[in-house]
């Protein structure tokens, strides 16, 4: 089954064709990032222009470098949720034009759940159940993947995104959005017991993380360091940094593991692209003698291929949509 898989959330246009949930024909992605640097951060209105004017070609290419016609495809796939809302509707809205046009069945994606299906892309092996730790710009979660179609949220954040935080510090640092891949070499070399940053507890919610103390204590550094004229370390502050959001995500992964019985972790989203956390979980899996499944960095971000993995098990299960198909800004993942 060839899926025209479309992708258009946040700041990325892409569309991919992948066979059988597993199988990447192509997968092509017009990004916007140089764009929004500018503004250091996605302006949503651009964001959907720019997907406007790059969508059509870009199904085009897809079908070109997949060496298919129209005629070979079986479904189109869109992600529908959650994003940025005028974004979204700008995929949605294509997407319902193919299929409609194309007389194939149109199937909607939400994005985290395609964030976890990369790992069916890089793992042939892997199937549910299975536990997922979502780690990106704007989720953090930590989720029961029960069936392919079947997700059990057992941990998040109360506050700010682990690469919400990433990008806030690197941005304030003077990196270029977004930071969290910039920061993350920046680490390189630094001394991460430096500078002392808190790991937040929930209170009677064990698996639950906030992020907001750790990013106002790390910015307090900073402001403290320039108005004291006192020269900052900044590789230290930055695997200080990385080594405070990898104490607070991969300690409550490994709980969570335990707490289901799991055999199998794997990690998604633009954060498990970080090498610190990447480390940490390889040796923790080791430890606890389980699998560990970290897709490789190309599958960590968004794109579209990842749409087109979770598509298939969508259809799979009857989760086909009508032309009355609608996009949503915020949608649980477990609803
Ligand atoms: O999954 P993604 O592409 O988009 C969302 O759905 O949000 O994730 C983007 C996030 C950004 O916050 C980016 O800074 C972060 O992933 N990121 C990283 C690294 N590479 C990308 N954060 C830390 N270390 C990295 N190496
Ligand atoms: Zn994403």
Redesign the pocket.
Known sequence: MNILAVES??D?TAVAVVRDGREVLCDCIASQVALHREYGGVVPEIASRKHLEAICALADEALLRSKLTRKDLDAVAVTYAPGLIGALLVGVNFAKSAALSLGLPLIPVH?ISG?IAANYLAFPELTPPFLCLVV????TLIVDVADYTQFHILGTTRDD?A??S??KI?RVLGMPY????A??KAADGGDPGRYRLPVAQVTDAPLDMSFSGLKTAALNIIHHAEQTGETLDVPSLCASFSAAVTQTLVPRTMAALRQTGYQKLAVA???A???HIRAAFEREAAAAGVSLYLPPLHL???NGAMIGAQAYYEYRAGHTADSTLNAYATMPIDA
């Open positions: 959330s946040c990325e994005h964030h990106s710009g704007g989720h995104a690469g919400e990433f990008d690197a977004p930071g969290g891949a920061l993350d989203g633009g954060v692209a970080n090498s960590c971000g968004d």
